[in-house]
C-alpha cells in the first residue's frame, strides 16, 4: 500500500481481521458477496493472500471466489501468487520439483500451484498472476528490476531475490501500465 500511495493512489485496503490492521476494511476474499461489494467501482483488484500453516488448500478455495466477484464486476486482477511452477533456469524442472525445496514451504508451493491452474483456466476476468523470486525479503526500493515470464530470474551468482520494495515497485508498474493479460510474470534482480 505503501508504494501505491506514493503515487498518489487511493488505496482500499481489506482484511479478515480489523482488530491487527486497524484502518483497512473487513472483508472476506473466499466470500463471493465480499469480494463483489469491495471490488465494486475500484479500477483494480491487487490480492495477496496466503493461507495459515496447514490450510493451504484454502489458497484455491479463495482464488475462485475472487475470479467469481470480479466476474461479476469486471474488475482487473493483479494476483501475487508463488513461484512453485516456475523454471529452474538451465533445468528443465519447476522450483515445485527441485529436490532442494525446503519441506517446509512444500504444502504452500503446491497450493501456489494450484493457484496458477486455477487463474489460467479464468477466460472472463481480466487476471496477471505475479511469481516472486526465491527470495522476496524487506529491504531497499531501487526501482530497478527485471521481467520474466515462466522461469526464475536469477543474478550472476545464480540468486534469486529482490526486496519487497522493488517487488512493489514492479506491482504497481504492472497496475499503472498493464502490460500482462490472462497470463503469469515473474521478477527479479
Given at each position: 500500500?505503501t508504494?501505491?500511495?506514493?503515487r498518489?493512489?487511493?488505496?482500499?485496503g481489506v482484511?479478515?481481521d480489523?482488530?491487527?490492521?486497524p484502518g483497512?476494511r473487513r472483508?472476506?476474499?473466499?466470500?463471493?458477496?465480499?469480494v463483489?461489494a469491495?471490488?465494486?467501482?475500484?479500477?483494480?483488484?491487487?490480492?495477496?493472500t496466503?493461507?495459515?500453516?496447514?490450510?493451504?488448500?484454502?489458497?484455491?478455495?479463495?482464488?475462485k471466489?475472487?475470479?467469481?466477484?470480479?466476474?461479476?464486476?469486471?474488475?482487473?486482477?493483479?494476483?501475487?501468487?508463488?513461484?512453485a511452477?516456475?523454471?529452474?533456469?538451465g533445468?528443465?524442472?519447476?522450483?515445485?520439483?527441485?529436490p532442494?525445496?525446503?519441506?517446509?514451504?512444500?504444502?504452500?508451493?503446491?497450493?501456489?500451484?494450484?493457484?496458477?491452474?486455477?487463474?489460467q483456466a479464468?477466460?472472463?476476468?481480466?487476471?496477471?498472476y505475479?511469481?516472486?523470486?526465491?527470495?522476496l525479503?524487506?529491504?531497499?526500493?531501487?526501482g530497478?528490476?527485471?521481467l520474466?515470464?515462466?522461469?526464475?530470474?536469477v543474478?550472476?551468482?545464480?540468486?534469486?531475490a529482490?526486496s519487497?520494495?522493488?517487488?512493489?515497485?514492479a506491482?504497481l508498474?504492472?497496475?499503472?501500465?498493464?502490460?500482462?493479460?490472462?497470463t503469469?510474470?515473474?521478477?527479479?534482480y
Amino acid at each position: 500500500m505503501t508504494e501505491a500511495r506514493s503515487r498518489g493512489h487511493s488505496v482500499t485496503g481489506v482484511t479478515r481481521d480489523t482488530s491487527r490492521h486497524p484502518g483497512l476494511r473487513r472483508g472476506n476474499a473466499a466470500n463471493v458477496e465480499d469480494v463483489v461489494a469491495l471490488s465494486a467501482g475500484q479500477d483494480l483488484v491487487i490480492s495477496a493472500t496466503r493461507p495459515a500453516p496447514g490450510r493451504e488448500p484454502e489458497l484455491v478455495t479463495t482464488t475462485k471466489a475472487v475470479l467469481a466477484g470480479l466476474a461479476e464486476t469486471g474488475v482487473r486482477l493483479l494476483m501475487v501468487g508463488g513461484a512453485a511452477s516456475l523454471t529452474v533456469p538451465g533445468t528443465d524442472r519447476t522450483v515445485l520439483d527441485d529436490p532442494g525445496l525446503p519441506p517446509e514451504i512444500r504444502a504452500i508451493a503446491e497450493a501456489c500451484d494450484s493457484q496458477l491452474a486455477v487463474c489460467q483456466a479464468e477466460t472472463v476476468v481480466d487476471w496477471a498472476y505475479l511469481s516472486p523470486p526465491a527470495l522476496l525479503e524487506p529491504g531497499v526500493r531501487t526501482g530497478r528490476y527485471r521481467l520474466g515470464r515462466d522461469e526464475l530470474i536469477v543474478d550472476a551468482e545464480g540468486n534469486s531475490a529482490i526486496s519487497m520494495e522493488d517487488f512493489a515497485v514492479a506491482l504497481l508498474d504492472e497496475a499503472e501500465t498493464p502490460r500482462h493479460h490472462r497470463t503469469r510474470f515473474t521478477v527479479g534482480y
